[in-house]
């Protein structure tokens, strides 16, 4: 009853259901089966993502896409995975190779986006996991995840004239947060907090910069979540968290009879909460099907992709505007 | 001879079922595997994540280097991958928290899951052995 309720308030596409304060304001579809992970360019109109080679054979390098969300035109990003866009800018950071020990190669986006022309590697940052934020100088900062104990931190500018990289102790390795154990990084896009989740607490945290990238812990989100992303004024995050759907029993005792778990039992939903308040919103009530790593614009829009439960549906990205 | 014949069908039925009902790591067979074995490492992969996948391999290879089992299990929502994984069904597991990413690496001792033990996203081999090490022995 309570699923019906909520379908019949919401906007809802299929079994994905935005909640009906919220307003879906375009689902964008595509034919391909992406990896979970994707980026929102700032503007909101660009999403960069992985699709694998063979979509029957697991394999870790995949071939990166750009999609024009206006025009609909699909282009080929260079690089294995992990196409991440600066911000709002018009360069991009990805790894240079299918390795985690990679270097992440800087990226200029040409000819309306249609193609990127490289500049050359980000020294000392090596790794996983890479995330970029714009600092109020205009200044870049990109992190990069070797381990849980050690993540890579450089602070560098672009210069338009020579098409070189200024870098901030280009000779260093730098790291960040080296008093904390952390695992999931993401920087904010002002590049001044880092989420993650604290090995030791086992919860998801917010830590601030501080000038010599050590960090101090200043928000415990009080759960472990999935990945967290900021808005642009770091004033809100957003997550996904998987839980059960509307149809299962939680309660019921777990034993140790065999239970047939139908797919759609367990699914994922988008979250945001607002830092000053830490009051969390739902975003997603879904039924089946898996909504994951939103994002925000930088007009406040939140994104995230879906993969449906039914694999005759496609996978789509839902731009939201929320109240 | 009829009885015979009964008996061996009745066993093959048997047989047959009890393979249909461990093709997917269950509550049942998690526990089983769990008692089974007392100590090792479960590993929740899904080929929509890369890393994930790339790590498995490497999974394989620290669980060798540690002489420990591994399970390893796939994300429930992978559809028409070729691969001998059994796909994740345990409800233990997805209440632990382990679909959040992939991959999640789990721990588990005396025959039981560990709760202060789970491991979000790829690791390097060395890091990842040095947590499992740690966690085993004490020292987190």
């Known amino acids: 009853m309570l699923t019906l309720a909520l379908t019949l308030l919401a906007g809802t596409v299929s079994a994905q259901t935005i909640l009906s304060k919220h307003t879906l304001l375009n689902k964008v579809e595509i034919d391909a089966t992406p990896s979970f992970f994707f980026k929102v360019h700032g503007s909101g109109d660009f999403l960069s993502y992985t699709v694998a080679k063979n979509p029957n054979m697991p394999a870790a390098e995949g071939i990166n896409h750009l999609l024009n969300v206006k025009t609909s035109e699909d282009s080929i990003l260079p690089g294995p995975w992990d196409p991440v866009f600066v911000t709002d800018t018009n360069f991009m950071i990805i790894p240079d190779r299918a390795n985690t020990l990679s270097n992440f190669n800087f990226y200029s986006l040409t000819n309306n986006k249609k193609s990127s022309v490289l500049h050359e590697a980000i020294p000392y940052v090596t790794g996983t996991y890479q995330s970029v934020g714009v600092r109020a100088d205009g200044s870049f900062r990109l992190i990069a995840e070797l381990s849980h104990m050690r993540h890579e931190i450089k602070d560098f500018k672009f210069d338009e004239v020579s098409s070189k990289l200024i870098v901030n102790k280009a000779d260093e390795e730098e790291y960040i947060c080296p008093n904390y154990s952390i695992k999931l990084p993401m920087l904010s896009k002002d590049g001044e907090y880092l989420s993650g989740v604290d090995i030791i607490t086992k919860k998801t945290a917010i830590f601030k910069i501080n000038d010599d990238y050590s960090c101090t812990k200043i928000v415990d989100i009080g759960i472990k979540t999935g990945k967290l992303n900021f808005n642009y004024d770091s004033s809100k995050v957003t997550y996904h968290l998987y839980g059960p759907s509307q149809e299962i029993n939680e309660d019921s005792p777990i034993n140790d009879d065999y239970i047939p778990i139908p797919d759609g039992d367990y699914v994922a939903n988008i979250f945001v909460m607002d830092l000053k308040t830490k009051e969390i919103t739902p975003i997603t009530a879904n039924s089946t099907g898996n909504s994951l790593y939103p994002d925000f614009t930088r007009d406040g829009r939140l994104v995230f992709i879906t993969h449906p439960q039914d694999k005759n549906e496609k996978v789509n990205f839902s731009f939201v505007e929320l109240k | ?140």
């Open chain 2, 1 to 140: 001879m009829k009885l015979t014949k009964l008996s061996s069908l009745a066993a093959t039925f048997v047989l047959l079922l009890s393979t249909l009902a461990f093709a997917q790591v269950t509550d049942r067979s998690l526990n089983k595997f769990m008692q089974d074995n007392q100590k090792g490492i479960i590993y929740v992969w899904s080929p929509y994540m890369p890393l994930s996948v790339l790590g498995r391999q490497e999974i394989i290879q620290i669980a060798k280097d540690l002489n420990l089992p591994v399970l390893l299990t796939i994300d429930p929502s992978a559809r028409g991958i070729q691969t001998e994984d059994q796909k994740l069904e345990s409800r233990i597991l997805m209440r632990s928290g382990v679909l959040d990413h992939f991959p999640a690496t789990l721990l588990f001792e005396n025959g039981k899951l560990r709760d202060d033990v789970l491991i979000h996203g790829y690791e390097n081999q060395i890091p990842l052995t040095k947590l499992i090490q740690d966690y085993f022995e004490g020292r987190l």
